[in-house]
């Protein structure tokens, strides 16, 4: 049962409870003053954060899919690359990343591929 907080991916890479943005309150600090950074697949909002973890926080509404294999499908997808590039970086960021409608139809290579360039334009925003 120890276990029971985190997920380990393929990578090697955990994905814990303390690394969720999970409060009302947390979304709107990351709303509130954003970098953004946004492409054909996702708009991603993120900020500086106080605490010893980076966070991810995600709104897929029934509005990209309707079906909720097809939105848990983008959930995973984001989790796991959050979780490979992420894990013990420097700078702690919180970020909200909220999917277009056009990711339900896209192949999970794309949305790496579109969250990898996010990622990188994060890491240049926050630590450059």
């Not at 049962?1 to 690394?19: L, P």
Request: aromatic share 8%.
């Amino acid at each position: 049962m120890a276990n029971e907080n985190r997920m380990v991916s393929s990578s090697g890479a955990t994905f814990t409870s303390k690394q969720k943005l999970t409060k009302a309150i947390e979304f709107k600090r990351v709303f509130n003053k954003p970098f953004v950074s946004s492409d054909a697949c996702f708009k991603i909002l993120a900020c500086v954060n106080s605490n010893e973890n980076s966070r991810l926080g995600m709104a897929v509404s029934r509005q990209i899919d309707k079906r909720a294999v097809g939105r848990n499908r983008i959930k995973r997808v984001v989790r796991e690359s959050f979780r490979q590039l992420f894990s013990g970086r420097g700078t702690c960021i919180d970020i909200v990343v909220l999917p277009r409608r056009e990711t339900a139809s896209m192949c999970n290579r794309r949305l790496f591929l579109s969250l990898k360039d996010h990622w990188k334009r994060l890491e240049n925003q926050f630590e450059g």
